[in-house]
């Protein structure tokens, strides 16, 4: 009986999928994501071939340029989607970005890598809150929460697994090879949107009688809500303290493997993919982990695992490295998750759309603030970087529970016997 319950529980978020429109706008969603795996994963091999000694510069300040354009653009696609046809937003940035990728395969500077980079990711800051904008739309009311829940599991856990099967994809085709399959993901996912019933995606009729807020107004409104709830505000700085971990297992891991270990493409690839099992194992059984209502444990429990993990890098072999990267995904997971459940579970639904896309925008702004620090230390420290990027990480855990852990008042029972 108990494990039934079990199997009930991890299913629960694929209940969505029963909505044939949802599940085809997912699948579509899925693949991009993959595709973006492999975007990342070919640039690490692609900024190795280019300058071994500025791999971790080169990776660090592309990832940069990625993030802030989610920074700078997303808070505003929200509300774009809400005054202009929504399906036309996701076809049109979706193709543009493919036609970006095709073109990395032929970068021959340094600096094309940048400017592709940064235009590829103007336009999903557009594509991904029109996706997720487009849910209530097409979901019913009893499954919305389920189809958040498996739309937002399955960006952290692609964001993660993908770079591994990417990279064990690269050992056959080679680092450029893989941009060309890149772009044909593209293809399909494009595809599955352009199949997608137009009256689904219209933007809402306005009330031209009503004042609507502007839209500087409606991205305000959002950060104030954001940072207002103690549990979404605790979870957030926690994703600034997992971000700066995650940070040094993107950027560095690839000089680790290939420089300090001396090993192949065909090792880096295992070890992301071994990163991308810890994160897939922990995606499932959070929810089944900590039922609070702050999430305190898994929040907690996974910086401090993940912290710890990337301490020990720069000393371990290639088998522990791959256990210890399983253990890193683990954290990455159950550090991360929380938050946009958080957000379900806390704000009234007519004002998620402005709190996702801030939140999304934040949450890449601790990535834009991790990077630069990760590709320095792993130029200058290539021995220690793990290590420093460990203590740093704890030390910010520290901060962060010392400071903004929400504390519960107490019970207090009256026996008036």
Request: aromatic fraction near 12%; charge should be positive; proline fraction near 3%.
């Given at each position: 009986?108990?494990?039934?319950?079990a199997?009930s529980?991890?299913?629960?978020?694929?209940?969505?999928?029963q909505?044939k429109l949802?599940?085809?706008?997912?699948?579509?969603?899925?693949?991009?994501?993959?595709?973006?795996?492999f975007?990342?994963?070919?640039?690490?091999l692609l900024?190795?071939?280019f300058?071994?000694?500025?791999?971790?510069v080169?990776l660090?300040?592309?990832l940069?340029?990625?993030v802030t354009a989610?920074?700078?653009f997303?808070?505003?696609?929200?509300?774009?989607?809400?005054?202009?046809?929504?399906k036309?937003?996701?076809?049109?940035?979706?193709?543009i970005?493919?036609?970006?990728?095709?073109?990395?395969p032929?970068?021959?500077?340094?600096?094309?890598i940048?400017?592709?980079?940064?235009?590829?990711?103007v336009f999903?800051?557009?594509?991904?809150?029109t996706?997720?904008?487009?849910?209530?739309?097409i979901?019913d009311k009893?499954l919305?929460?389920?189809a958040i829940?498996?739309?937002?599991a399955t960006y952290?856990?692609?964001?993660?697994?993908?770079?591994?099967?990417?990279?064990?994809?690269?050992?056959?085709l080679g680092?450029?090879?893989?941009?060309?399959?890149d772009?044909?993901?593209f293809?399909?996912?494009g595809i599955?949107?352009?199949?997608?019933p137009?009256s689904f995606?219209?933007?809402?009729?306005?009330d031209?009688?009503?004042k609507?807020p502007?839209?500087w107004?409606?991205?305000t409104?959002?950060?104030?809500?954001l940072f207002q709830?103690?549990?979404?505000?605790?979870?957030?700085?926690?994703?600034l303290?997992?971000?700066?971990?995650?940070a040094?297992?993107?950027?560095?891991?690839?000089?680790?493997v290939k420089?300090?270990?001396?090993?192949?493409d065909r090792?880096y690839?295992?070890?992301?993919?071994?990163?991308?099992?810890?994160?897939?194992v922990?995606?499932?059984?959070?929810g089944?982990i900590?039922?609070?209502?702050s999430?305190q444990?898994?929040?907690?429990?996974?910086?401090l695992v993940?912290?710890?993990?990337i301490?020990?890098?720069?000393?371990l072999?290639f088998?522990?490295?791959?256990?210890?990267?399983i253990?890193?995904?683990?954290?990455q997971?159950l550090?991360?998750?929380?938050?946009?459940t958080?957000?379900?579970?806390?704000?009234?639904?007519?004002?998620?759309?402005?709190?996702y896309g801030?939140?999304?925008?934040f949450?890449?702004?601790?990535?834009?603030i991790?990077?630069?620090?990760a590709g320095?230390l792993?130029t200058?420290?290539?021995e220690?970087?793990?290590l420093?990027g460990?203590?740093i990480?704890?030390?910010?855990?520290?901060v962060?529970f010392?400071?903004?852990?929400?504390?519960?008042k107490p019970?207090?029972?009256?026996n008036l016997?």
């Open positions: 009986m108990k494990i039934g319950k199997i529980k991890l299913t629960e978020p694929f209940q969505a999928l909505n949802f599940a085809k706008v997912y699948l579509a969603q899925t693949i991009s994501l993959l595709g973006d795996a975007t990342w994963v070919g640039l690490a900024a190795y071939q300058g071994e000694d500025r791999a971790a080169i660090a300040t592309a940069t340029l990625r989610f920074i700078i997303s808070p505003f696609a929200g509300v774009l989607a809400d005054r202009i046809d929504r036309k937003i996701l076809y049109t940035t979706h193709f970005r493919m036609g970006l990728v095709a073109l990395l032929f970068i021959t500077a340094e600096w094309q940048y400017v592709l980079v940064f235009l590829m990711n999903n800051a557009f594509f991904s809150p996706y997720r904008s487009i849910i209530p739309q979901v009893k919305y929460r389920q829940g498996l739309s937002a952290q856990l692609l964001g993660v697994l993908g770079p591994g099967l990417a990279g064990i994809l690269a050992v056959w680092a450029r090879e893989i941009f060309l399959v772009a044909a993901t293809i399909i996912a599955l949107l352009l199949t997608l137009k995606l219209n933007a809402p009729k306005e031209v009688s009503k609507h502007t839209t107004q409606d991205v409104k959002g950060a104030k809500l709830n103690k549990y979404i505000r605790f979870a957030l700085f926690i994703e303290v997992s971000a700066m971990a995650g040094f297992i993107l950027v560095n891991t690839i000089i680790l420089g300090g270990l001396s090993l192949t090792e690839g295992l070890i992301m993919a071994a990163f991308g099992i810890g994160a897939t922990a995606a499932f059984v959070s089944a900590d039922k609070t209502k999430r444990v898994s929040l907690i429990v996974g910086a993940l912290g710890l993990a301490s020990a890098a720069n000393y072999n088998s522990l490295l791959f256990v210890f990267w253990i890193a995904g683990l954290g997971s550090a991360e998750i929380p938050s946009e958080l957000i379900g579970e806390n704000i009234a639904d007519e004002e998620q759309g402005k709190v801030s939140h999304f925008a949450s890449h702004l601790w990535w834009a991790a990077y630069p620090i320095f792993g200058n420290f290539p220690k970087e793990f420093y460990g203590i990480t704890l030390s910010l855990l520290l962060v010392l400071l903004l852990r929400p504390k519960e019970i207090i029972k009256i016997n």
